[in-house]
């Protein structure tokens, strides 16, 4: 199977650059999100799963998808366009991808956090699974990744556990601001792509088994850095792109100001996740996509070069600090070449082809005939979300080059020499 767009969709894009040029309205009406009544925040309680996206996690709380954190793909697809002014393309790509990895019972429900308990999500006569049911918190490589913004990464993480946030990651992004006054702060990309040069160095140098696949590496670790300030930034008519203050990057983490009698400081709250009152959401017709991540992920690139240059796809091989790079050439046979991942919309493209032809890995540990239901599945669904980018094709990568990676032999349950 081929991923070639049709020629028509090139006229689209043409249309959708133009519609672009406008600038962003504000209408505190429709921006203002709702949370009081049957959208009230209300913790986790005992059983209710929370996991790694801190944005899922707060659409728990409010309600917008249940509150016991398991969400179908069209109940995650809708809250997170609705709430949060995610497009269409990547809220589908993350919500039926995600839903795969997490080992789905019914490909339809995934839980935000650990392992859906057997028996809590809907059983599909034509859906055997191999393993466990799991959920974002079990997909490491697959979907979870190192180099999270506020996530320890997974093999150096007490308890593996790379979904809890780590307080100490989240000073380190909260204080990057420090000592502005507050009309002043905003957690702009700027600052986000310093903080996502900074992790990247943290797994370099602390963790032995770093791997960023082409998924993570070229994708979503950059998307999910540049999603802080644009998901989250609270719109008014003096910034209606957004400005992300210190009240609204707290409340969204979980985290609050604790007054002691030694002082103030931060605590966090596992799972509490909040969106704030008098939040002001990204406006609905200018919906985050795959084309902004592109322009986030180049923007980034020239800010800081070596995020392409050194360490987009690859990992350490023998320790910390032996990073080698995962060369695009020798993946696609020449199809994607280093030197042009700069071009066009080939960091968005490579990311997302590559990750779905090396899903399979994953696929095939998780679901009996697994070529006959999710990967078809996936084939079909997946690519037409993103005709848009006018990909290059590619029929197959080159997945044994990965397997000089102890990161990755270990997110796969395969052995480490
Ligand atoms: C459509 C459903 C979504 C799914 C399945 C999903 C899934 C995930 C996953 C698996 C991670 C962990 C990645 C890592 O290892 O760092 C993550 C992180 C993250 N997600 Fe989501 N996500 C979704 C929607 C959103 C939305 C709407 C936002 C908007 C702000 C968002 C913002 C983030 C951020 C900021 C992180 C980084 C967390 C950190 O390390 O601090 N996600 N998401
Ligand atoms: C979709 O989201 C909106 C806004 O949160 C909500 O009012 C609506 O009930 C949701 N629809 C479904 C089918 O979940
Ligand atoms: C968002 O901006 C408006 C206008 O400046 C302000 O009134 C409101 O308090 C802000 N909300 C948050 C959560 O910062
Ligand atoms: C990963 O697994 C493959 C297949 O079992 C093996 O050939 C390779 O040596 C392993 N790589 C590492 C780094 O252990």
């Known amino acids: 199977m081929k991923l070639v767009p049709l020629g028509v969709f090139a006229v689209v894009q043409l249309l959708l650059g133009q519609a672009s040029v406008d600038a962003v309205e504000f209408d505190p009406q429709v921006q203002l999100v709702d949370v009081s009544g049957t959208h009230q925040f209300q913790p986790p309680g005992v059983g209710d799963l929370r996991g790694p996206c801190p944005a899922l996690n707060a659409l728990a709380n409010h309600g917008f998808i249940p509150h016991n954190g398991i969400a179908t793909i069209d109940e995650l697809v809708n809250?997170?366009?609705?709430?949060?002014?995610?497009?269409?393309?990547?809220?589908h790509l993350?919500?039926?991808?995600?839903?795969?990895?997490?080992?789905?019972?019914?490909?339809?429900?995934?839980s935000i956090g650990g392992p859906a308990p057997r028996g809590s999500t809907p059983a599909d006569a034509d859906v055997t699974l191999l393993v466990n049911p799991g959920g974002l918190s079990t997909t490491h490589v697959a979907f979870e990744h190192d180099s999270s913004v506020t996530r320890i990464d997974k093999y150096i993480a007490p308890d593996g556990d790379a979904s809890t946030m780590s307080l100490d990651l989240f000073k380190k992004l909260y204080y990057r601001q420090q000592g502005l006054p507050a009309d002043q702060v905003d957690y702009n990309l700027a600052i986000l792509n310093d903080h996502r040069m900074q992790r990247t160095f943290d797994s370099l140098h602390q963790n032995p088994n770093f791997f960023l696949s082409p998924f993570a590496g070229l994708m979503h670790v950059g998307a999910t850095h540049a999603l802080i300030w644009q998901c989250f930034a609270n719109r008014s008519a003096e910034y209606p792109e957004g400005r992300l203050n210190r009240e609204t990057l707290l409340s969204?983490?979980?985290?609050e100001w604790s007054h002691h009698f030694t002082g103030k400081h931060l605590v966090y709250t596992?799972?509490?996740?909040?969106?704030p009152a008098s939040w002001y959401r990204?406006?609905?017709?200018?919906?985050?996509?795959?084309?902004?991540?592109?322009?986030?992920l180049l923007a980034a690139a020239s800010q800081h070069p070596d995020?392409?240059?050194?360490?987009?796809?690859?990992?350490?091989?023998?320790?910390?600090?032996?990073?080698?790079?995962?060369?695009?050439?020798?993946?696609?046979?020449?199809?994607?070449?280093r030197s042009e991942l700069r071009n066009d919309h080939n960091l968005v493209c490579l990311g997302l082809i590559a990750g779905l032809l090396l899903s399979p890995e994953y696929l095939r540990e998780y679901?009996?005939?697994?070529?006959?239901?999710?990967?078809?599945?996936?084939?079909?669904?997946?690519?037409?979300?993103?005709?848009?980018?006018?990909?290059k094709g590619l029929d197959s990568?080159?997945?044994r080059l990965l397997e000089m990676y102890p990161g990755y032999n270990l997110s796969l349950g395969r052995d480490i020499w």
């Open 79 to 91: 809250a997170s366009m609705n709430v949060f002014g995610l497009g269409y393309d990547l809220a």
């Open 94 to 110: 993350a919500s039926i991808y995600g839903t795969a990895m997490s080992v789905s019972t019914d490909l339809y429900h995934m």
């Open 367 to 391: 679901y009996q005939d697994y070529e006959l239901n999710v990967w078809p599945t996936l084939m079909m669904r997946l690519p037409p979300l993103f005709t848009d980018l006018n990909c």
């Open 397 to 399: 990568v080159e997945e």
């Open 282 to 296: 990204r406006a609905l017709s200018d919906p985050y996509t795959a084309l902004h991540t592109s322009d986030d």
């Open 252 to 255: 969204f983490y979980g985290v």
């Open 270 to 275: 596992p799972g509490w996740e909040r969106i």
């Open 307 to 337: 995020l392409i240059d050194k360490y987009s796809m690859g990992g350490n091989v023998n320790g910390v600090d032996t990073f080698i790079v995962l060369e695009a050439d020798s993946l696609t046979n020449g199809v994607y070449k």
